[in-house]
């Protein structure tokens, strides 16, 4: 039997959100946007008023104002937020416990069983949308099929508050018509390379020899192509699931450009504190230190390095974060955003092979010297005790666990 997986998606949610709390906004176009102060001054979300005037998701707000003068710009309040994307999957669980979040506001729903109680997928599909319309003020659109991508497809291929339906019978005529960038990881990049060699539809990449479509993209090109055939057989997330940590990172886009080594290692301090303190708190070491930098015109790389022994000390974290910078960066340009990111976990208590030719006899001592800090900071705050390098320059201190965007979770695990 074929499974029955829903996938409903929050219309415009930030904005729909902030519309509700701010009736007067109601007739005007209107953008929930990042701060301008720190950098972070980007389109998250617009209603529908403001996306007739051609504004777009990620734009640049001096982008949206040229395309709209009167757009009304609002701060995220994120707290709101979370309590109703926890409200709409209080709902989704009414018709089942296979509910797994794809960001902050869409879900996953497999009612597969619950079709037996319910009726039919699609009839469930317009009971949680008037249950999303009634009791928590905002709109739904919500996809219906086999798998998940295609539920997904199905979600965003009519908005607001509708429906669409996509099955084994219809999904030729409805998925292959599409441009091959509207399939789920199709990105800028990936369509160009698929438009060069014609590929221009879903039902292109559908129809493409499978074995031409790995030499040319890998292995990548194989889970594409199986997305495009309707083999996607991924299963929905129990709620009660809970993903092993696998890493454990933080990044930042910074309140001007880094131009030298000194604001690097600033940033990274910040950006070591925070994840040295979320390893703790979660008993964890991390062996390997990624790094992710982007320049100014929104190039990025990563790279990697192995630390010697695992560790969630905040120092070392920072240093060899440094270390990774000064070999793989050459400062062509200047630098808008660094992360920071500990991978290849282990428990804090797990035994370690040591080098004859390091001395760990501090590391007692600094560990201990990082708990105390963390417990001064969660009785005083965060800003209560401060590595001396951050006094250099207030504009790049943060604190990027408490000062953070919500960014959606991956399909893949």
């Not at 003068?69 to 669980?93: D, G, H, M, Q, T």
Request: charged share 25%; net charge neutral; with cysteine.
């Amino acid at each position: 039997m074929d499974k029955v997986i829903l996938h409903c998606d929050l219309n415009n949610f930030y904005a729909s959100v902030e519309c509700l709390y701010n009736p007067q906004y109601r007739d005007y176009p209107l953008a929930v946007c990042g701060s301008q102060d720190l950098r972070h001054g980007i389109v998250l979300a617009k209603n529908y008023i403001a996306k007739s005037f051609g504004i777009k998701t990620g734009e640049a707000i001096w982008q949206a104002k040229q395309k709209c003068p009167n757009l009304v710009i609002v701060n995220p309040n994120y707290a709101l937020y979370l309590r109703f994307s926890k409200e709409a999957r209080e709902i989704y669980s009414r018709y089942s416990n296979l509910v797994e979040s794809f960001g902050i506001d869409e879900c996953w729903i497999d009612v597969s069983e619950s079709t037996k109680l319910f009726g039919e997928g699609e009839k469930i599909a317009n009971e949680i949308r008037e249950l999303i319309k009634t009791e928590l003020g905002v709109t739904a659109s919500v996809g219906v099929s086999f798998n998940k991508i295609f539920a997904k497809l199905g979600s965003d291929l009519k908005k607001p508050d509708h429906t669409t339906v996509i099955s084994q019978n219809n999904f030729k005529e409805m998925v292959w018509n599409l441009n091959v960038g509207e399939l789920l990881y199709v990105g800028r990049s990936t369509r160009r390379k698929l438009n060069q060699v014609g590929i221009m539809t879903i039902g292109d990449l559908a129809g493409t020899p499978l074995s031409f479509i790995k030499r040319y993209l890998g292995k990548w090109g194989e889970t594409l192509w199986n997305f495009a055939n309707g083999m996607d057989y991924s299963e929905v997330t129990a709620t009660e699931y809970h993903e092993t940590i696998k890493g454990i990172g933080n990044s930042m886009t910074t309140a001007r450009d880094l131009v030298n080594t000194e604001d690097v290692m600033l940033t990274f301090t910040v950006l070591a504190e925070s994840v040295g303190e979320r390893l703790r708190k979660h008993n964890l070491k991390g062996s390997t230190i990624q790094i992710s930098i982007r320049d100014n015109e929104l190039a990025s790389i990563e790279r990697q390095a192995k630390l010697p022994v695992p560790s969630y000390i905040s120092g070392e974290i920072s240093r060899k974060a440094m270390d990774i910078f000064n070999a793989n960066w050459g400062w062509h340009k200047p630098i808008r955003s660094l992360g920071i990111r500990s991978t290849d976990l282990v428990t804090a208590d797990t035994h370690t092979q040591l080098s004859f030719f390091e001395d760990y006899n501090k590391r007692p001592q600094l560990e201990t010297l990082e708990f105390s800090i963390d417990a001064i900071r969660k009785r005083f705050g965060h800003y209560s005790v401060q590595r001396a390098i951050l006094l250099k320059d207030s504009a790049l201190n943060a604190n990027p666990v408490e000062d953070n965007i919500i960014h959606p979770v991956s399909f893949f695990r």
